[in-house]
């Protein structure tokens, strides 16, 4: 790669402890100690509203195409007067806000004023609401959180699956639009409640074992699991992110970011971060799909962000943009510090390609970084706070974090334990008992092991999921997430997901979802709306797709990474299913048992003219 310098970014220095063997098995922790931290997060809005009342704290496009901006002393006057709305009604821990509407500036006043008046705010996946045919998702969050509130941005856009819920004692919310059929209050009137005293006092009661948040993840099976957030958790996340990211004290972070807050990514990591360290937050109204991608594109050639979020496939869509158009280059990368990636590896061509884009427009590489957590770690656990060369790896433990890595196989399962990590679940005792080993460390149920084993504070490399991992009929073992990641690369720009098969089967098979953009690109002369399942079927793609993996197999040593046959699904996957999460994150263990007969077509002997055998 381009030998041009890094920008400078002042990290905290990786210095860690070890103890422990490879036999037995480590802890694994950072030497810098957390510093105290604040209670709540009603506690930042209120120091940066006092600090820096005029400064931008969020913004979003209004309906004429601007910005609706709103800065620390506007945010923090309405957050109140929310909170007041909410003691008004008796809402708390057992009557909570549940939020159906995505990202947007009302979205964030109605949760800092949950914050503030102590009551769990709750929201959920818009897909569970506008995407679902069933609801049964939606109906089950709403059936187990009790709401005293539900809050819409558009009424008539949610009227389907508001009629789905048993609503009896509950009162609807909406910034825009009523209800046909049921009382339908205007946010407006939340934001006209007089505040009295009872709002600081409620401020005051708010500790850090209250609950701020309930998030429900998506599950490999079953029905969603409600994670409860505490205020000290979430607290705690932002210290050591603070203690790590040094530069964000000097520099006030500018966000453009589209990252659900349902999701702990968004929600939870950076969006307290611009609440913690004063900074702002531009919500981009775009996303990493067709025909909203370039909804992101017009934010970014705008707002020049200090530091960028996203996942893997949001800069594969983003990048075509970034190299095709220099002003958009120039823009986005003016005054960025530092480029993150999470929830999944991202490929090394992407890597590559970001690179040579920030060299294009600054003369030198934007350093690179990721971390590693969950919902149920706030979501910070591990972070790499030291240059990367290459993508996979997550770091070390952040300050108060230890690990615990016990023997499995060639690398270490990887369990947590520290002030970030949940009680537990909520509503569901069960859940919570098994989440917890018997030394208290939360089983994640993901793989690490040392980048080099003489030197941890080199971090550790990314070894997949432990339950998605499986042997092949000889008992070899097949890492499926470090897999996947591999043969995405390898027939880049083809496919857009994969899942990986072969439990107790004779060799690794590959379900591959097609990237349809891509894949059009490589053929010629073909109409822009041909179906999925004629376009997977071109000589084109299929010849790409057998020339890369062939090359791909002809790197590898063994049956566990050699790829024996392909074929291409047209489905798209399925969310209601819990096949994929509005992340864009595939759940391998879900999309193998819904897609159980394709994965015996794969097998089938003789195989059928869809798959593809490699030899």
């Known amino acids: 790669m381009s030998s041009a310098e890094f920008a400078a970014v002042d990290f905290a220095p990786p ?168 009382a339908t209050t205007p946010f407006a009137d939340l934001l006209a409640t007089p505040v009295s005293v009872e709002v600081d006092k409620a401020l005051a009661q708010v500790g850090s074992k209250t609950v701020a948040k309930i998030l429900y993840t998506s599950g490999s099976t079953g029905q969603p699991k409600g994670v409860i957030n505490t205020h000290g958790m979430l607290c705690a996340n932002q210290q050591m ?23 702990t990514f968004g929600g939870n990591h950076n969006f307290n971060l611009v609440l913690n360290q004063g900074g702002s937050l531009y919500i981009d109204d775009g996303k990493p799909a067709p025909g909203l991608v370039e909804k992101t594109v017009r934010n970014l050639a705008e707002i020049s962000p200090t530091i960028y979020f996203n996942v893997p496939v949001g800069y594969a869509m983003l990048l075509p943009f970034l190299e095709q158009d220099e002003k958009l280059r120039n823009s986005f990368f003016k005054d960025l510090q530092l480029i993150f990636y999470a929830g999944a590896a991202l490929p090394q061509d992407l890597w590559e390609r970001l690179e040579k884009a920030a060299v294009q427009a600054t003369g030198r590489k934007v350093m690179m970084t990721s971390s590693w957590g969950s919902t149920e770690t706030s979501p910070l656990a591990t972070a790499a706070h030291f240059p990367l060369e290459k993508a996979g790896v997550i770091g070390i433990p952040c300050p108060g974090v230890a690990l615990k890595m016990v023997p499995n196989g060639d690398s270490f399962e990887l369990r947590v334990k520290g002030p970030n990590v949940t009680p537990g679940y909520f509503r569901r005792p069960d859940l919570t008992t098994a989440a917890f080993d018997e030394d208290g460390y939360y089983l994640i149920g993901d793989a690490g092991r040392f980048v ?19 042997k092949l009929m000889s008992g070899t073992w097949v890492r499926a997430g470090l897999l996947r990641v591999a043969v995405l690369e390898a027939a880049a720009p083809v496919l857009q997901f994969a899942l990986v098969t072969g439990h107790d089967r004779e060799e690794v098979g590959i379900l591959g979802w097609p990237n349809l ?88 002997n003789p195989p059928g003219a869809a798959v593809m055998l490699l030899s």
Not at 249 to 254: F, L, M
Not at 453 to 470: H, L, M, N, Q
Not at 567 to 583: C, R
């Open 241 to 263: 992110l603070a203690q790590i990211w040094p530069f964000t004290d000097r520099t006030p972070p500018v966000l453009v970011d589209w990252l659900p807050w349902n999701h």
């Open 452 to 470: 080099d084993p003489d030197e941890p504070a080199r971090g550790i490399s990314f070894a997949g999921r432990v339950a998605e991992d499986f």
């Open 15 to 182: 210095h860690v402890a070890l103890e422990g063997s490879p036999e037995t098995g480590f802890i694994f922790s950072s030497a810098l100690p957390l510093q105290p931290y604040r209670e709540n997060l009603g506690q930042m809005l209120r120091h940066w509203a006092e600090k820096t009342p005029e400064r931008l704290f969020l913004a979003e496009r209004d309906s004429n195409g601007g910005w609706r901006r709103l800065n620390y002393a506007e945010v923090n006057r309405q957050a109140d007067a929310i909170a007041q709305a909410l003691l008004d009604r008796k809402l708390g821990p057992y009557r909570p806000v549940m939020i159906l509407s995505g990202n947007a500036v009302d979205h964030a006043l109605l949760m800092l004023g949950c914050f503030i008046a102590g009551v769990p705010a709750v929201p959920v996946s818009v897909p569970y609401s506008l995407l679902s045919r069933d609801h049964l998702k939606l109906r089950f969050i709403c059936e187990e959180i009790c709401p005293g509130m539900i809050y819409v941005a558009d009424a008539e856009q949610f009227a389907t699956p508001l009629a789905a819920l048993n609503l009896d004692g509950i009162e609807i919310v909406a910034s825009r639009g009523s209800l046909p059929e049921q």
């Open 517 to 604: 953009a891509a894949c059009k690109k490589l053929c010629d002369g073909i109409a822009e709306e041909i179906p999925a399942a004629e376009l997977i079927r071109r000589p084109e793609i299929i010849g790409h797709l057998r020339r890369a993996l062939a090359r791909f197999n002809a790197a590898q040593q063994g049956s566990a990474t050699r790829i024996g046959r392909v074929m291409l699904m047209s489905e798209p996957p399925d969310s209601d299913a819990g096949e994929i999460t509005d992340k864009g994150y595939i759940n391998q263990r879900a999309a193998l048992q819904r897609r159980q007969a394709l994965v015996e077509q794969l097998y089938a």
